[in-house]
């Protein structure tokens, strides 16, 4: 990773070590694949079945378990996101690379896996669209450091009720309501937050398109998708509206 070597003194294990990685945006859609195939194989294996919003909601369980942990970097490297923001800044300049695309190119070694300073990297590069990312006095940066702590709990419990049937419908449905609406709520307030610093004028319309609007769509359609689950679960009383 530029400007990012841990491993200089040792250069035959530093070589090793790459040769065992593999690029950061294919690790992570791997994480995430592997998350999302326990819970939809987990159900056909327990059942015998697949439901398409069962399998919608996995996939964004899966995805926000990830981003959670990315979330807790951006708390426990702060000071290290605000330095590699600048050193983006730079390199962009220099190369008219952009920084997101290269990060997700860079070899991850295998040793490096779960390194908080590797993927704190993606606050950095994403700071290139938002600066917000490197200013811990904005609310796009605690809200993300709040639901990177606060939601894997509730995101596991229902992911695994989903697929194994675990809690009593009205739990999961009230569990759901309070994640997905907390979710849905955070997300269309960072978007508003967004406009309203009028942030989009420092980015091209297609930086926004695809860094800002797609990459925040998810958290909150798939959370509208889970408060129609929610409800649906407290007034059925069952797991019908999930095929059950």
């Known amino acids: 990773m530029p400007e990012h070597r841990t491993d200089r003194a040792h250069p035959e ?8 990685g593999m690029p950061a ?13 326990a819970g939809v194989g987990g159900r056909y294996c327990a059942r015998g079945d697949f439901d398409v919003i069962h399998a919608v909601l996995s996939l964004f369980f899966s995805i926000n378990l990830l981003i959670c942990y990315f979330e807790a970097c951006l708390f426990l490297r702060r000071d290290y996101i605000e330095a590699r923001t600048e050193y983006w800044r730079e390199h962009r300049d220099e190369t008219g690379v952009t920084p997101a695309v290269q990060f997700l190119l860079t070899k991850v070694p295998l040793a490096k896996t779960l390194s908080p300073t590797v993927w704190a990297d993606i606050w ?13 006095r904005t609310y796009g940066f605690n809200v993300d450091i709040a639901n990177g702590f606060a939601t894997p709990l ?31 709520y955070m997300t269309s307030v960072y978007l508003v937050s967004f406009f309203v610093a009028d942030r989009q004028a420092r980015i091209s319309r297609g930086e926004l398109y695809i860094y800002i609007l797609t990459m925040n769509a998810p958290w909150i359609l798939c959370p509208l998708l889970g408060l129609y689950v929610s409800v649906r679960l407290i007034l059925d009383g069952d797991y019908g509206v999930l095929g059950y």
């Open 13 to 20: 294990r530093g070589a090793r070590l790459g040769r065992l």
């Open 25 to 37: 945006g294919l690790l992570a859609a791997l994480v995430v694949a592997v998350l999302a195939f």
């Open 124 to 136: 950095a590069t994403y700071a290139q669209f938002d600066g917000s990312y490197a200013d811990r």
């Open 154 to 184: 509730p995101t596991l419990l229902l992911y695994a009720a989903y697929t194994f049937d675990i809690l009593p419908a009205l739990v999961a449905g009230v569990i759901g309501v309070m994640l997905f609406w907390q979710l849905t």
